[in-house]
């Protein structure tokens, strides 16, 4: 079998925890976190959070906007598109989309920087940067997102060179919930711009954002497999040597799928997936699934080894994100470099201990640290983001609540947008400017209109 890259083979994953498990009754299917029937309901991406917001406003300009926050008073919640697996958007007040508020508005040829409205997805970047001699440093595994929405929650791709994408926000524009206009930047305003550039939706509407580009660059994808143990053992060494480097462990197995993926002049060479070769490996998965998960080791091995290494090369943004068309769940903690390994082995040690059923890989990447007062990956060390996931139609609970407790004993901070249980009280231990981006938010929305029920428990604690 060749040529399986990571898309294949985490749509084979679904595709085989989605035949082969009994359909379990999700969150999604009865309705979700924060259902009711009151109005027309909002959903996640996953299904899995519902809101009932009272109204919808997508404002056509940002002047619409500010006077609707100047002269309401009910509660407010921006989306983007929707690919939080956290309640971060329900509201019984309004949601504010901003379809409308899209596209490139300027750019800086000489510093190579681009602002963009923030409704913009990720997606529709890479052509116009590329037009004007511009291309991004990094994206996470997909780019359905929109600017703001990814920003917001410190989305970021892999590589150990490289920030989360709030990380290169040069300036941006915020409109506060009493509909002031604010345009913030390191130089004029440090410390409010360290707290908006990853701020939740929680400080107002974010409408536009500069960020600082690259040139545009073509990359070179390989994978192969390797057993985990052995490839966590060169994991720096090989972090440090490619551009961007990741494993995708395989749970009841001992091998990962390895990913490493570089600069090159070579030509584009990127055909699109196999459907045979999806089928084949979807259907030998689908065999593990009859067998008890202590059975399965041997088979999931025999199957990794048969894999065989593969290569792709494409412009930069169609390379680091692609389609993720099967829905799923997902909790991910980012963790000091040097936690990482322990925790991943502690994890899969703890998948077949308890012989927990679950077919869908782990990720597992290095982000560099920023200076934010709220990405995970601030402070003065580089983090591993390390995630777990479930299809949506199975309850993803029983599952992350054995696995979450591992993260927090590594000293893990939960990514904002992917599930997990914390709230304000050990949040302000994880991160040391927590309290002040509290009083920020107290400062700049002091009625909390732009809170609901789950930015309340991160925020304000105790209720
Ligand atoms: C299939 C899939 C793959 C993913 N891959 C990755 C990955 O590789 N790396 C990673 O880090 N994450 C990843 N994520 C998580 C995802 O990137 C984040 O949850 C992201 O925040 C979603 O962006 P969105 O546009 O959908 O925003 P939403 O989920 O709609 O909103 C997210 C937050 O942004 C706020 N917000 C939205 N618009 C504005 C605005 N204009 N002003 C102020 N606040 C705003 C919202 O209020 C909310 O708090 C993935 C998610 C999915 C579903």
């Given at each position: ?9 985490l749509a084979a994953s679904v595709m085989a925890a989605l035949s082969g498990a009994a359909a379990k009754v999700a969150?999604a299917a ?16 996953s299904g ?230 999806d089928a084949?490996f979807g259907a030998?998965m689908r065999?593990w699934m009859t ?33 993720r068309a099967n829905r799923f769940n ?27 059923d679950v077919v869908f ?28 996931h479930r299809v949506a139609s199975e309850d993803y ?67």
């Open positions: 079998m060749k040529g399986l890259n990571r898309r294949q083979f969150a009865g309705g979700g976190v924060g259902a009711n029937n009151k109005s027309l309901p909002w959903r996640n991406w899995g959070v519902v809101g009932y917001p009272e109204g919808r406003l997508a404002p056509s300009s940002e002047a619409q906007l500010a006077d609707f926050l100047a002269s309401t008073s009910g509660a407010i919640r921006p989306v983007g598109s929707g690919h939080s697996f956290t309640p971060l958007v329900p509201t019984d007040g309004h949601i504010v989309v901003l379809d409308k508020l899209t596209g490139l508005l300027s750019h800086d040829s000489e510093r190579l920087r681009a602002t963009f409205a923030a409704g913009t997805r990720l997606a529709d970047m890479g052509a116009p940067l590329k037009q004007i001699g511009q291309g991004m440093f990094n994206l996470p595994d997909i780019d359905r997102q929109t600017l703001a929405g990814a920003c917001a929650t410190a989305t970021h791709g892999t590589g150990i060179e490289f920030k989360s994408l709030s990380g290169y926000i040069t300036s941006l524009r915020l409109i506060t919930p009493q509909g002031e206009q604010l345009d913030l930047d390191a130089q004029s305003s440090p410390e409010l711009f360290r707290a908006a550039i990853v701020s939740l939706g929680a400080l107002g509407v974010i409408t536009r954002i500069e960020m600082q580009n690259r040139d545009p660059y073509r990359l070179k994808q390989r994978s192969w497999v390797e057993k985990t143990e052995v490839i966590l053992g060169q994991f720096d060494q090989l972090a440090a040597s490619h551009r961007h480097f990741e494993i995708i462990p395989l749970t009841h197995s001992d091998y990962s799928l390895v990913l490493a993926t570089d600069e090159t002049d070579e030509p584009i060479n990127n055909p699109p997936a196999s459907p045979e070769e084949a030998a065999g067998l008890p998960p202590e059975q399965r080791r041997p088979q999931i091995n025999a199957l990794a080894q048969f894999i065989g290494p593969s290569e792709r090369v494409d412009e930069s943004h169609k390379i680091l994100s692609s389609v997902e909790m991910e903690y980012s963790l000091p470099k040097e936690a990482g390994a322990a925790c991943l082995q502690e994890i899969l040690a703890t998948i077949a201990d308890q012989k927990l890989p782990l990720e597992y990447r290095y982000v560099a640290r920023d200076d934010s007062m709220l990405s995970m990956s601030s402070g003065h060390e580089d983090h591993v983001a390390l995630s777990v609970r029983p599952y992350f609540d054995v696995i979450e407790p591992i993260f927090w004993k590594y000293g893990g901070r939960p990514h904002w947008g992917k599930i997990h249980k914390l709230g304000a009280e050990q949040l302000t231990e994880l991160y040391p400017d927590f309290a002040r981006f509290q009083q920020i938010r107290q400062d700049i929305d002091p009625r909390g209109r732009m809170l609901n029920d789950h930015l309340r428990t991160l925020f304000v604690g105790g209720s």
